[in-house]
């Protein structure tokens, strides 16, 4: 804790207030909606907090990983009901320190090692994929439902070999996944599971008749903290988990692989700075540069932390209100169900929706419907990648043949990326607005 001087603190609080008026002057007051405006599918929701925090922190110009990491790492690990939280950089960061935690040699004969398998879906993000890409284990790609948008539980068998370890799966657009089936199927045959959570922060699923939120079921969750998504810090991401070696290895493998537990600016916590014997390295190296993982500098800095800790605070409000979104939707397009198929929630959960998503029906040409709806101001999405191992990242590996497996075919996979698109429900979003995308999506099909 930095202690101020009495005029120090005085001045600190001066500039503070004045950051106050300057977001009362200039953010506060924004523009109201009017018909005709461009809605985005995604918008930063914030006041002066976020922006007394981020100034606070800069006076400190502490810059790296500091008070506001930790407090932030506390009070989100509390929200979710889970023992660790690692702050990181980005929600692709998760996903990597994640994955590489599995491949630790601490794990032993769970240890992910080249060419074991890993199940997952190519229809969503390529970070959730690309971890194990580049360490060189095997993704092995299944197909997904709709209108869920998540793996086909029903194939997971199919899909299991002798070399499989673990499942990396996200929860599509905040809609979880069938979390009972699939952490069955984890439990019966020994496997990790990795929750990426970066697009449904805050989403429930009951599981033996306990509320649980999603990213706190599997052996590790992730979440990201990009403006879009349902809280930010700019950029950021979170690792966290209940299995404290595990934590040992995603903390390593964060910073710098290296063996040392004491955070940044603080030596010897544990007391043991200079007695130890590592590898081959003499008795008494400093502890703080001895390495056990190949690893990283993926810490996020306080900057961003600071964000995050006035961000948490609303966040309840924001998740509520983007169910309230979704609601209205749901309710405002019931009567085209003729001609897009509406999101439906998993069995068991309460998703805390990203945004809204629509498959068109057959004879309903999505290359007409989303350039409509765009040029009338409003902003769509395809589901991310909509079959990863279309794109030309898998060039090589399709030529090859090598690289990753297909578990049966990927025709709704197919599907969606011919037909899926989606629009937002952030928690900025008014009743006229919601009321406008929806009368736009009526339109483009009467066009």
Not at 18 to 40: C, F, M, N, S, T
Not at 396 to 418: C, F, H, P, Q, W
């Amino acid at each position: 804790m930095i202690m101020y001087s009495e005029n120090q603190q005085k001045d600190k609080e001066q500039i503070l207030n004045l950051v106050k008026e300057y977001y009362q002057k200039y953010h506060a007051d924004k523009k109201e909606y009017e018909k005709g405006d461009r809605i985005p599918y995604a918008s930063r929701v914030y006041d002066s907090e976020e922006m007394t925090n981020l100034v606070d922190s800069a006076l400190e110009f502490w810059l790296t990983s500091g008070r506001y990491t930790e407090q932030f790492e506390k009070e989100f690990a509390e929200y979710l009901k889970v023992r660790f939280c690692s702050l990181v950089n980005s929600g692709s960061s998760a996903n990597l320190l994640a994955f590489m935690a599995l491949t630790s040699p601490l794990l032993k004969e769970r240890q992910i090692r080249r060419g074991d398998e890993v199940i997952t879906v190519a229809a969503g993000f390529p970070t959730t994929v690309s971890p194990m890409i580049q360490y060189g284990a095997v993704p092995v790609f299944v197909d997904v439902t709709v209108p869920q948008y998540n793996i086909d539980v029903t194939k997971l068998e199919e899909a299991y070999s002798e070399k499989t370890k673990a499942v990396m799966l996200a929860h599509t657009l905040g809609n979880p996944f069938d979390l009972k089936a699939v952490k069955e199927f984890c439990d019966r045959h020994n496997l990790w599971l990795i929750e990426d959570n970066c697009d449904a922060l805050g989403s429930e699923y009951i599981l033996d008749g306990k509320t649980y939120l999603t990213g706190t079921v599997g052996d590790i969750g992730t979440s990201s903290f990009y403006p879009p998504h349902h809280m930010t810090m700019g950029e950021g991401g979170a690792v966290y988990t209940d299995n404290p070696l595990l934590h040992k290895c995603i903390r390593s493998f964060r910073d710098w692989g290296r063996d040392c537990v004491c955070p940044s600016g603080r030596d010897n916590l544990c007391g043991h700075r200079f007695d130890g014997q590592y590898g081959e390295l003499p008795t008494g190296y400093d502890h703080k540069y001895v390495y056990s993982h190949f690893g990283y500098n993926l810490k996020a800095t306080d900057l961003q932390a600071s964000i995050g800790c006035a961000q948490l605070k609303k966040f309840p409000s924001f998740v509520e209100r983007r169910r309230q979104n979704f609601a209205y939707l749901k309710e405002a397009l019931s009567d085209v169900q003729d001609t897009f198929i509406l999101p439906e929630a998993c069995e068991n959960s309460n998703p805390s929706w990203f945004g809204f998503m629509l498959t068109c029906a057959e004879g309903v040409d999505r290359n007409k419907v989303v350039p409509y709806i765009e040029s009338h101001g409003v902003q769509t999405r395809m589901l991310f990648a909509g079959n990863l191992i279309k794109h030309p990242c898998f060039d090589e590996m399709r030529k090859s043949g090598k690289g990753y497996r297909v578990a049966g075919s990927l025709e709704n996979t197919d599907r969606i990326m011919k037909d899926t698109f989606w629009i937002g429900v952030y928690p900025g979003m008014t009743e006229e607005m919601l009321e406008y995308m929806a009368q736009t999506i009526k339109a483009a099909v009467r066009q």
